[in-house]
T-cell receptor, first 115, second 115 residues
Framework: GENVEQHPSTLSVQEGDSAVIKCTYS??????FPWYKQELGKGPQLIID?????GEKKDQRIAVTLNKTAKHFSLHITETQPEDSAVYFCAAKRGLDNYGQNFVFGPGTRLSVLP | EAGVAQSPRYKIIEKRQSVAFWCNPISGHATLYWYQQILGQGPKLLIQFQNNGVVDDSQLPKDRFSAERLKGVDSTLKIQPAKLEDSAVYLC?????????????FGPGTRLTVL
């Protein structure tokens, strides 16, 4: 089955700096990779996603890159702000079919943006 | 638009007791998911419903966990009897369609502590 690893487990950056979180997956059949942000006491919220036929996607200060050959994908946050502080999860969709969203989540990265 | 509602938000029980969680998805969302999130880990899918039918329950410990979604709207997740290792946050999520690329919207979760 699919296995998703995520690094680092904790990350502290100064406000305004960039943050990078990396994930690797094991199942070459995985074809969809969302990133979620989870604030304290709340459920995860989708912030960006990428499909396997795309190498990079950007949305304002957030970007995701995917290397299918190496089976890894990364989240990049530029110009970090205190409100970016949260736990970030990557996920990979297991299975070949387009029915269902059976994600395997990474263990999470706790990002702290220091003022 | 109202989000995914869950209750209770917190529950403390002793081992071998029973507990039930309730979820009300976003109106019109056909697909409903229950996840278990153990402290420091990513969410793990327990069961997925499409309307009132089960799509995937391969990771549900069926000897003690059960879930239903009567009438294809609200859902309940039950644990009977509870074990210490069931202590976790139970997240409910819903999506409009079950296809791969539709966003899952998560509720705030129910934090269960088993003593």
């Amino acid at each position: 089955g699919e296995n998703v690893e995520q690094h680092p487990s904790t990350l502290s950056v100064q406000e305004g700096d960039s943050a990078v979180i990396k994930c690797t997956y094991s199942d070459s059949a995985s074809n969809y990779f969302p990133w979620y942000k989870q604030e304290l006491g709340k459920g995860p919220q989708l912030i960006i996603d990428i499909r396997s036929n795309v190498g990079e996607k950007k949305d304002q200060r957030i970007a995701v890159t995917l290397n299918k050959t190496a089976k890894h994908f990364s989240l990049h946050i530029t110009e970090t702000q205190p409100e970016d502080s949260a736990v970030y999860f990557c996920a990979a969709k297991r299975g070949l079919d387009n029915y269902g969203q059976n994600f395997v989540f990474g263990p999470g990265t706790r990002l702290s943006v220091l003022p | 638009e109202a989000g995914v509602a869950q209750s209770p938000r917190y529950k403390i029980i002793e081992k071998r007791q029973s507990v039930a969680f309730w979820c009300n998805p976003i109106s019109g969302h056909a697909t409903l998911y229950w996840y278990q999130q153990i402290l420091g880990q990513g969410p793990k899918l327990l069961i997925q419903f499409q309307n009132n039918g089960v799509v995937d329950d391969s990771q549900l410990p069926k000897d003690r966990f059960s879930a239903e979604r009567l009438k294809g709207v609200d859902s309940t997740l039950k644990i009977q009897p509870a074990k210490l290792e069931d202590s976790a946050v139970y997240l409910c999520a819903s999506s409009l369609e079950p296809t791969s690329y539709n966003e899952q919207f998560f509720g705030p979760g129910t934090r269960l502590t088993v003593l």
